[in-house]
Protein backbone atom coordinates (compact mmCIF):
# COMPACT_ATOMS: atom_id res chain seq x y z
CA UNK A 1 0.00 0.00 0.00
CA UNK A 2 1.66 3.70 -1.32
CA UNK A 3 -0.12 6.84 0.49
CA UNK A 4 1.49 10.26 0.03
CA UNK A 5 2.40 12.61 2.64
CA UNK A 6 3.13 15.86 1.61
CA UNK A 7 4.00 15.02 -1.42
CA UNK A 8 6.21 12.10 -0.68
CA UNK A 9 4.88 8.58 -1.11
CA UNK A 10 5.36 6.46 1.69
CA UNK A 11 5.06 2.61 1.91
CA UNK A 12 3.14 0.66 4.34
CA UNK A 13 3.86 -2.42 6.00
CA UNK A 14 -0.09 -3.11 7.32
CA UNK A 15 -1.80 -5.81 5.21
CA UNK A 16 -5.02 -4.92 6.89
CA UNK A 17 -7.83 -2.43 6.37
CA UNK A 18 -7.87 1.13 7.69
CA UNK A 19 -11.14 0.28 8.98
CA UNK A 20 -10.09 -3.28 10.36
CA UNK A 21 -8.77 -3.07 13.92
CA UNK A 22 -6.51 -6.06 15.75
CA UNK A 23 -8.27 -6.52 18.69
CA UNK A 24 -12.23 -5.57 17.90
CA UNK A 25 -12.46 -7.00 14.37
CA UNK A 26 -13.78 -5.05 11.01
CA UNK A 27 -15.78 -2.19 11.40
CA UNK A 28 -18.93 -2.51 10.08
CA UNK A 29 -20.45 1.32 11.41
CA UNK A 30 -19.85 4.52 12.32
CA UNK A 31 -22.31 6.73 13.83
CA UNK A 32 -22.27 10.37 12.16
CA UNK A 33 -23.16 11.96 15.40
CA UNK A 34 -20.10 11.08 17.69
CA UNK A 35 -18.64 14.05 17.07
CA UNK A 36 -22.23 16.35 18.26
CA UNK A 37 -22.51 14.17 21.28
CA UNK A 38 -18.87 14.53 22.86
CA UNK A 39 -18.87 18.08 21.91
CA UNK A 40 -22.72 18.41 24.02
CA UNK A 41 -21.93 16.28 26.60
CA UNK A 42 -18.60 17.86 27.21
CA UNK A 43 -20.26 21.37 26.99
CA UNK A 44 -22.61 20.43 29.68
CA UNK A 45 -20.17 19.47 31.81
CA UNK A 46 -17.90 22.62 31.23
CA UNK A 47 -20.78 24.50 32.00
CA UNK A 48 -21.74 22.65 35.84
CA UNK A 49 -18.05 22.96 36.67
CA UNK A 50 -17.99 26.84 35.50
CA UNK A 51 -21.57 26.95 38.02
CA UNK A 52 -19.90 25.32 40.95
CA UNK A 53 -17.05 27.66 40.91
CA UNK A 54 -19.24 30.48 40.46
CA UNK A 55 -21.59 29.77 43.03
CA UNK A 56 -19.37 31.30 45.86
CA UNK A 57 -19.04 34.25 43.91
CA UNK A 58 -22.27 35.04 43.00
CA UNK A 59 -24.08 33.91 46.44
CA UNK A 60 -21.40 36.43 48.18
CA UNK A 61 -22.21 39.63 45.21
CA UNK A 62 -26.13 38.53 45.64
CA UNK A 63 -26.67 38.77 49.13
CA UNK A 64 -28.95 35.47 48.58
CA UNK A 65 -28.29 34.88 52.08
CA UNK A 66 -30.59 37.32 53.75
CA UNK A 67 -33.24 36.79 51.50
CA UNK A 68 -36.65 34.71 52.41
CA UNK A 69 -35.97 30.56 52.50
CA UNK A 70 -38.19 30.66 49.74
CA UNK A 71 -36.28 32.91 47.50
CA UNK A 72 -32.94 30.50 48.49
CA UNK A 73 -34.66 27.27 47.51
CA UNK A 74 -36.16 28.36 44.20
CA UNK A 75 -32.23 29.78 43.90
CA UNK A 76 -30.39 26.46 44.08
CA UNK A 77 -33.18 24.40 42.65
CA UNK A 78 -32.76 25.96 39.95
CA UNK A 79 -28.87 26.42 39.80
CA UNK A 80 -29.00 22.70 40.82
CA UNK A 81 -31.18 21.59 37.96
CA UNK A 82 -28.79 23.22 35.28
CA UNK A 83 -25.56 22.05 37.20
CA UNK A 84 -26.39 18.56 37.73
CA UNK A 85 -29.36 17.43 36.31
CA UNK A 86 -28.68 18.57 32.65
CA UNK A 87 -25.48 16.66 32.69
CA UNK A 88 -27.17 13.30 33.79
CA UNK A 89 -29.95 13.63 31.57
CA UNK A 90 -27.84 14.05 28.74
CA UNK A 91 -26.18 11.31 29.84
CA UNK A 92 -29.01 9.22 30.43
CA UNK A 93 -30.09 10.02 26.64
CA UNK A 94 -26.80 9.43 24.96
CA UNK A 95 -25.02 6.34 26.82
CA UNK A 96 -26.59 3.83 24.14
CA UNK A 97 -25.09 5.78 21.39
CA UNK A 98 -22.70 3.73 19.29
CA UNK A 99 -20.09 5.37 17.63
CA UNK A 100 -18.68 2.44 16.37
CA UNK A 101 -19.34 -0.92 15.95
CA UNK A 102 -16.61 -4.06 14.80
CA UNK A 103 -17.49 -7.07 13.67
CA UNK A 104 -14.85 -10.16 14.14
CA UNK A 105 -16.65 -12.53 11.84
CA UNK A 106 -14.44 -15.63 13.13
CA UNK A 107 -16.11 -15.58 16.44
CA UNK A 108 -19.03 -14.10 15.30
CA UNK A 109 -18.83 -11.19 18.09
CA UNK A 110 -19.74 -7.96 18.21
CA UNK A 111 -17.86 -4.72 20.08
CA UNK A 112 -19.99 -1.57 20.44
CA UNK A 113 -18.29 1.32 21.20
CA UNK A 114 -19.98 4.16 23.14
CA UNK A 115 -19.02 7.32 25.95
CA UNK A 116 -19.41 6.40 29.41
CA UNK A 117 -20.23 9.38 32.34
CA UNK A 118 -16.67 10.67 31.78
CA UNK A 119 -16.40 10.41 28.41
CA UNK A 120 -13.73 8.17 27.72
CA UNK A 121 -14.77 5.39 24.87
CA UNK A 122 -16.38 2.30 26.46
CA UNK A 123 -16.41 -1.26 24.43
CA UNK A 124 -18.99 -3.59 24.86
CA UNK A 125 -18.60 -7.18 23.31
CA UNK A 126 -21.70 -8.95 22.59
CA UNK A 127 -22.56 -11.84 20.13
CA UNK A 128 -25.19 -11.70 17.45
CA UNK A 129 -27.03 -14.15 19.59
CA UNK A 130 -27.24 -11.64 22.62
CA UNK A 131 -29.10 -8.90 20.61
CA UNK A 132 -32.70 -8.58 21.18
CA UNK A 133 -35.22 -6.63 19.43
CA UNK A 134 -37.49 -4.11 21.68
CA UNK A 135 -41.11 -5.11 21.09
CA UNK A 136 -42.02 -1.78 21.15
CA UNK A 137 -40.25 0.76 18.82
CA UNK A 138 -38.19 3.35 21.94
CA UNK A 139 -36.83 6.45 21.35
CA UNK A 140 -33.16 5.85 21.87
CA UNK A 141 -32.81 2.18 21.51
CA UNK A 142 -32.67 0.45 17.91
CA UNK A 143 -31.81 -3.26 20.07
CA UNK A 144 -30.52 -4.54 22.80
CA UNK A 145 -26.96 -5.94 23.44
CA UNK A 146 -27.67 -8.62 26.56
CA UNK A 147 -29.19 -6.03 28.75
CA UNK A 148 -27.86 -2.74 27.24
CA UNK A 149 -29.49 -0.56 25.36
CA UNK A 150 -27.98 0.16 21.47
CA UNK A 151 -28.59 3.12 19.23
CA UNK A 152 -27.79 2.93 15.31
CA UNK A 153 -28.98 4.34 12.55
CA UNK A 154 -29.78 1.69 9.97
CA UNK A 155 -29.07 3.58 6.51
CA UNK A 156 -25.59 4.37 8.44
CA UNK A 157 -24.34 0.47 7.41
CA UNK A 158 -22.12 0.73 3.84
CA UNK A 159 -22.99 -3.04 3.77
CA UNK A 160 -26.69 -3.74 4.58
CA UNK A 161 -25.86 -7.46 5.36
CA UNK A 162 -23.98 -6.45 7.98
CA UNK A 163 -26.74 -4.79 10.06
CA UNK A 164 -29.06 -7.49 9.09
CA UNK A 165 -27.18 -9.73 10.46
CA UNK A 166 -26.64 -7.80 13.62
CA UNK A 167 -30.12 -7.77 13.54
CA UNK A 168 -30.93 -11.55 13.15
CA UNK A 169 -32.70 -10.86 9.90
CA UNK A 170 -30.63 -12.99 7.61
CA UNK A 171 -31.80 -15.81 9.99
CA UNK A 172 -34.06 -18.26 7.94
CA UNK A 173 -36.02 -19.14 10.71
CA UNK A 174 -37.02 -15.39 11.97
CA UNK A 175 -40.54 -15.88 12.22
CA UNK A 176 -41.44 -19.07 14.05
CA UNK A 177 -44.21 -20.94 12.49
CA UNK A 178 -46.11 -21.90 16.03
CA UNK A 179 -46.60 -18.20 16.62
CA UNK A 180 -47.76 -17.82 12.97
CA UNK A 181 -50.42 -20.72 13.37
CA UNK A 182 -52.22 -19.05 15.95
Known sequence: QVTTFQGVAVRSLCTSSPHDHPEHGRLVYKG???????????????????????????????????????????FYGLIGVFT?????????LTKGYVIRLYYK?????YTAITYN????????????KDVKIPDITKMFTTFYA??????VNPTLFPNPQDYNHLMGYDKSSFFKFEELEE
Open 32 to 74: NLAKAVLGVKLFSYSTSIFNLFMMPYIMLKSGIGVESLLVQAA
Open 105 to 109: DEVDT
Open 84 to 92: FVTPVTLHI
Open 117 to 128: AILAEKATVFHQ
Open 146 to 151: KTKSML
